[in-house]
Nanobody, 126 residues
Framework: QVQLVESGGGLVQAGGSLRLSCAAS????????MGWFRQAPGKEREFVST????????YYADSVKGRFTISRDNAKNTVYLHMNSLKPEDAAVYYC???????????????????WGQGTQVTVSS
């Protein structure tokens, strides 16, 4: 089992920045893929970004490219989402997710991820 604990959400003005953290504990696989999804009220959960643990390849949704950066800290088994130039449409509950292996080209599909955090709220005021 893998446990994921997110932190770092909050209220920020449009144009501001936040950093989300996701600490993984338990049985963690070196081949894991860890990512971030978000879900706004009345909308489906959507892919934001992911990082492949073994080679640090990263992927981003078009809506966040150039504004968000995903990174990791191997020693802490922690993944970060640095969010800059936040927009009101970025407001959502952000979820950390982990897949035990390489997701290949399906990195955007929530069904590929077996483990999920509890979510952290990000609110962006205009």
């Amino acid at each position: 089992q893998v446990q994921l604990v997110e932190s770092g959400g909050g209220l920020v003005q449009a144009g501001g920045s936040l950093r989300l953290s996701c600490a993984a504990s338990g049985r963690f696989f070196a081949s894991a893929t860890m990512g971030w999804f978000r879900q706004a009220p009345g909308k489906e959960r959507e892919f934001v970004s992911t990082i492949v643990w073994i080679d640090s390849n990263t992927y981003y949704a078009d809506s966040v490219k150039g504004r968000f950066t995903i990174s990791r800290d191997n020693a802490k088994n922690t993944v970060y989402l640095h969010m800059n130039s936040l927009k009101p449409e970025d407001a959502a509950v952000y979820y950390c997710a982990a897949a035990p292996g390489y997701t290949g080209s399906y990195y955007y599909d929530p069904a590929q991820y077996s483990y999920w955090g509890q979510g952290t709220q990000v609110t962006v005021s205009s």
